[in-house]
């Protein structure tokens, strides 16, 4: 049995605005591209790479935390 899924790529769209920030968290309200409503996140930052966010409370959904780690770009070997 596999340790993990596979998802298929996707991709979303939104747009925010940064209602609040502390030296390690930033509050943002947003709205997604089809959505009506905004909504409010806060990511928690645990260094410069990586970040949490809560996850949603409530019947039939998870509790817990999602992170987020920064993709680096891969470093160009060098030309022979």
């Known amino acids: 049995m596999a ?3 596979e998802f298929e790529d996707w991709e ?3 747009s925010y605005r940064i209602v609040a920030e502390t030296k390690n968290k930033l509050s943002i309200k947003g ?3 089809d959505a009506d409503e905004e909504t409010l996140e806060t990511l ?3 260094n ?3 970040y949490w966010i809560e996850l949603p ?3 039939g959904q998870l509790e817990g935390r999602e992170y987020f ?3 680096l770009k891969p470093v160009a070997e060098p030309q022979s």
């Open 12 to 14: 979303s769209t939104s």
């Open 31 to 33: 709205k997604e591209q």
């Open 69 to 71: 780690d920064r993709q």
């Open 3 to 5: 340790a993990y899924a």
């Open 57 to 59: 409370i409530g019947e």
């Open 44 to 46: 928690h930052f645990v």
């Open 48 to 50: 410069q790479n990586q």
